[in-house]
């Protein structure tokens, strides 16, 4: 899909999504309004997984291949990444004060643990920055996001694993624990956001392809 065709397709999404949150399904019975924010805060969550995801796989296609591509889709990857999981942070402070009262809880491991991989990969970018551009940057990037995807299945258990009150578990072993209108605007906005960082990582990688080409053609000028 074009990248033009790609954005207007998000565009519909995102508006498909956001009038499902407000209009269509019903508010919690506990919670009231302020759990509707569970379907941004929850997709953006899996969103940046999927992210640092890609970053690794494209990181291990760098190293096998030595492909230059390869690295820069990793490098763009984990910055979308970053700041899908920014955004994770940012909404579940918001939803815990809104429901519970705290912007923030060091005894959950749930929090601390997803805290633990977002800095891990902000740090991904003061090491490759560190590094004069080649194939040694490339390198130590490309085995230091393979590092990190190890805390991904581990930042997720640790909420499915949680008995504590800021991660309710929604899907089990039964299926989704939600109503069929509730499922439908999970899925749909799950979506939304996943076509949101496919069309912001389409757009990056094509500036950073851009930008290459033009430093090739000064070094070939100077």
């Known amino acids: 899909m074009k990248t033009h065709a790609l954005a207007v397709a998000t565009a519909a999404l995102v508006g498909l999504a956001v009038a499902l949150v407000f209009f ?4 919690d019975a506990d919670q009231g309004f302020s759990q509707r924010i569970f379907y941004f805060h929850v997709p953006i969550a899996l969103t940046s997984y999927v992210c640092f995801g890609w970053g690794a796989w494209k990181a291990l296609r760098y190293l096998r291949s030595r492909d230059a591509r390869a690295d820069t889709e990793s490098y763009v990857a984990i910055h979308q990444g970053v ?7 940012i909404t579940g402070s918001i939803w815990a004060k809104a ?15 997803f805290l633990v991989l977002f800095l891990f990969y902000c740090a991904y970018f003061m090491l490759r920055f560190s590094v004069d551009a080649g194939a040694s940057r490339a390198n ?20 499915r694993l949680s008995q504590n009150f800021i991660h309710p578990v929604v899907f089990n072993s039964h299926g989704p624990q939600m109503t069929g209108a509730q499922f439908l605007t999970f899925c749909v906005s799950f979506a939304a956001v996943l076509a949101v960082f496919a069309t912001l990582y389409r757009v990056e990688l094509a500036g950073k392809r851009i930008d290459a080409h033009l430093r090739e053609l000064r070094e070939l000028l100077a």
Request: glycine share 8%.
């Open 99 to 113: 429901s519970w009262g705290v912007w923030w809880s060091w005894g959950e491991n749930q929090l601390v643990l």
């Open 24 to 27: 269509y399904v019903p508010s």
């Open 140 to 159: 130590m990037s490309a085995v230091y996001a393979l590092f990190g995807v190890v805390l991904i299945p581990v930042s997720f258990l640790a909420i």
């Open 83 to 89: 700041m899908f999981g920014a955004l994770t942070l």
